[in-house]
Structures are given as C-alpha cells and as structure tokens.
C-alpha cells in the first residue's frame, strides 16, 4: 500500500529559528495536506495543496506540492513557542474509491523559549 | 459553525469487553471517516462512511465495524477488546468530495486493562 515517509522524526529548536520538514511517497498524490496536533487534541489542518509545484502560505508557514507529485515540504519560519506540536503530511487521491489519507508518521516539533 | 464532536472523551474497559464510540460531524458534512491513532503506528484509516452506506475499510479485524445514520451522526464499535486497541480513534469529517480535507474532532482515548 501507500506510505509517507516524514522527516525528521523530531526537532528541537531555539524560538525564533526557522523549521524545515518534509514528506516523501512511494506513489503520487493528487493532494497533500499538512496538519498539526496538539497533546490531548485532534490534528488540525494547517495548509492543503492541490497542484504540482503549488506553493502556498499560512502565516507563517509555507508548503509546497512537489512537482513529481510524490513529495511535500513545511516550513516554519519564526518559530514561536505555540509552534510545539506533531506535525503530519497526508496524502489524498480523489475519485472511485479512495475516500481516505494517508498519513506521515509525524514530525514532533519542541520549541526551547 | 460547531466542529466535529466526539463522545465520549475517555473511556477504560477490560479484555473482553465492547466499546461504542460516538461522532457528529460538521453540520452539512456527509461524510465521516475514524481513524486509530497509536504511538507505534501513527494514524492510520479504518473506515468511512457517506450517506449512511460504507464506501472505503481500512486493514482492521471485523471486531471493528461502524454505520452511520441519516443525520449523519456515525458510532464505531469494538468487540471483544483485546489490550493493543488501546488507542486514540479520532473521527473527522469531509469538506467535500475532491478536496481531501478532512476536519477531526478531538478524539476518544480508549484504555483497554
């Protein structure tokens, strides 16, 4: 089946440095989303990309579609202390029957103040 | 706009029992999907529903099976718990066919003893 390969697995960081992490497929995706879960909460989506080479802001974060369709980076830039979380790539084909994500392992994200 | 809601929040059962989960989507979403969040395996897909009909099961034994009802609302079930579904199961509903976003609820932390 389908897996996401997410790097890195964890970071630590000084507030105020930028973030980098992405996520790689085996196969391609139609759309790549990117969410952020906090301790004791559902995930929250962050950013969803729907074409290739698509390159799109939130703030302070910045994702892109990768051209080969089988790859996706998020970037934090400014890292604040609330950045903390885990923060997972998934993938989405629509059409026929494929109603699901799949998802990355997750890149848990500490912020030293 | 209330989000996805979840009940209960957190439950323990023993070996043996059965446990049923509850989901009410967005209002106007359709569509609900759950997923089993674990440390191990990280999220990963076990079934989702549209119009009280399932279209899509992950790879999970028949000890886990779900509906959903014509207000949309949707329960999972687990029989015969054994100790490895102790587990975060989020529930999430779509925002529409082609997009992939998926917006979860906060989740059910499932014990098992």
């Known amino acids: 089946g389908q897996q996401l390969n997410q790097s890195p697995q964890s970071m630590f960081i000084q507030e105020g440095e930028d973030v980098s992490m992405n996520c790689t497929s085996s196969?391609?995706?139609?759309?790549w989303l990117w969410y952020k879960q906090d301790p004791g909460e559902g995930p929250v989506l962050l950013i969803a990309?729907?074409?290739?080479?698509e390159l799109t802001s939130n703030g302070r974060l910045t994702a892109q579609f990768g051209i080969t369709r089988k790859d996706s980076f998020l970037n934090i830039s400014a890292s604040i202390p609330s950045d903390v979380g885990i923060y997972f790539c998934a993938g989405h084909n629509s059409g026929g029957s494929n109603y699901k994500l799949t998802f990355g392992k997750g890149t848990l994200l500490t912020v030293n103040p | 706009k209330a989000g996805v809601t979840q009940t209960p929040r957190y439950l323990i059962k023993t070996r043996g029992q059965q446990v049923t989960l509850s989901c009410s989507p967005i209002s106007g979403h359709r569509s609900v999907s759950w997923y089993q969040q674990t440390p191990g395996q990280g999220l990963q897909f076990l079934f989702e529903y549209f119009s009280e009909t399932q279209r899509n099961k992950g790879n999970f034994p028949g000890r886990f099976s779900g509906r959903q009802f014509s207000n949309s609302r949707s329960e999972m079930n687990v029989s015969t718990l054994e100790l490895g579904d102790s587990a975060l199961y989020l529930c999430a509903s779509l925002r529409g066919p082609n997009t992939g976003e998926l917006f979860f609820g906060e989740g059910s932390r499932l014990t098992v003893l």
């Open positions: 990309l729907y074409k290739a080479g």
């Open positions: 196969s391609i995706f139609n759309t």
